[in-house]
Nanobody, 126 residues
């Protein structure tokens, strides 16, 4: 059974940086699956932040984080990272790691993500 464990969330000042980690257990998700970061702020819908497919291809970012966030992975450690720079108060949210097999050949569908972590809180103060 796949287990995803996020860490790295914290409270920071606007303009600061954080790096989130997502360690995967039970299956080599970084080698075979779509892997992604999502976030959800109170009262708002869940938003995909970025994703990448294990089989190659480009990383896709939400427009709201392009140029500030960087998704990387370490296949040997079966771990996904999200480097977040130039943080803004509107980045405040619970951040979730997700993984799963591609749905209809795409990692852009929410149906690609069958496994979810418990979330890590990011709070950005103005």
């Amino acid at each position: 059974q796949v287990q995803l464990v996020e860490s790295g969330g914290s409270s920071v000042q606007a303009g600061g940086s954080l790096r989130l980690s997502c360690a995967a257990f039970g299956y080599p998700v970084m080698d075979f699956y779509c892997v992604a970061w999502f976030r959800q702020a109170p009262g708002k819908e869940r938003e995909e932040v970025a994703h990448i497919y294990a089989g190659g291809g480009r990383t896709v970012y939400a427009d709201s984080v392009k140029g500030r966030f960087t998704l990387t992975r370490d296949n040997a450690k079966n771990t996904l990272y999200l480097q977040m720079d130039a943080l803004k108060p509107e980045d405040t949210a619970m951040y979730y790691c997700a993984a799963g097999p591609r749905y209809s050949g795409s990692c852009s569908s929410d149906q690609s993500y069958k496994h979810w972590g418990q979330g890590t809180q990011v709070t950005v103060a103005s």
